[in-house]
C-alpha cells in the first residue's frame, strides 16, 4: 500500500527499529527492493534522487511507474515514494504535483535561518497534499586524506529549533557520516545520535548509510537512529553481479539479462540489511 512515511517512521521509533530508505535508479531496480520487502513483510521507502528522476525520464514517469509495479506485483507491504536531497522548494512541488509519499527538502548548505524558511514553504505545500516532509540539519561533507569526515555535526540546540519552526516529519542530522562508500576511519558520534534521539519527537535519519557493517548499522538502531539510507551498497553489489555475468558470458547481448543478472546480489544486500531489526 502507498503511504507517506510519517506513520511507518513513528512507529519505527516507538519500537526501536529501523526503515529502510532504498535508492532507486531503474524498472528493475524498483522492482527488485519491492518484491523484496514484500517477501520480508517490511515497510520500505523508495528513494530517488533528482539524478535518478532525470534519468528515468521525469518526476510522472517516476512516480507512474512505481505506483504501477506497487499494484501489478500486488504488494501488501507499505511503501513510500520519496524525493531525495530534493535541492529546491520548486523540485520538492514537482515531486509532490507528481504523486510522491515524501519528499526531503535539503537545505543544510544555508544558514540555519533561509534553511527553516525553505522548509517551511515545502512543509506548507505539502501538508495540504498528505505528504511528509524529511529535511536536514549540519553537513555530511567528504572524507578528508586520514577517512575522516570533514562534515559540521548537528547542534542539538539548532536542531530542536529546526524540527519545532519548520513542521517536519522526520531530521537528517549530521552525526560523523558520509554519502558514498567509506575507505577509511569511522567517525560516528554514537553519543551525539542518541542525544538528539532522545530529545526530538521526530525520528532520526542516517544519511550515508553505505560502506557501515552489519554491527555498526546495529550500534547506530540502538542509539536512536530510525531510518537508514542505502545507495551505494546497492550500486556496487549490483555492478559486481552484473561484471561477474559479463566476464562468463561474453556473447550474451540481451539488455534484460544484462541488467538483471546483478538482481540477486541486490536483494541479497537488502536482506543483509534489513536483519539489524531482527
Known sequence: MLVNSKKMLQEAKK????????NINNLEWAKAILEECDKLKVPVI?????????????????????FSLVSDLEIKTDVCLHLDHGSSVESCIQAIDAGFNSVMIDMSKKSLEENIIKTKEVVAYAKNNNVSVEAEIGSMGQLDANGLSQGTNTNLNDCLTFVKETGIDAVAAAVGTVHGIYHGKLNIDYKLIETLATNLEVPLVLHG????????????????ITKININSDLQEAWSIGV???????????????VIGSGIQALKDTIDMKININN
Open 15 to 22: 519500537n526501536k527499529q529501523v526503515v529502510f530508505h532504498f
Open 46 to 66: 523508495l528513494g530517488v534522487s533528482e539524478g535518478a528522476i532525470k534519468y528515468m525520464g521525469g518526476y510522472n514517469v517516476v512516480a507512474s511507474l512505481c
Open 209 to 224: 548509510g553505505s560502506g557501515l557493517d552489519i554491527e555498526i548499522l546495529k550500534k547506530c538502531k540502538e542509539a536512536g
Open 243 to 257: 561484471k561477474k555475468y559479463l566476464q562468463e558470458n561474453k556473447d550474451v547481448i540481451d539488455p534484460r539479462k
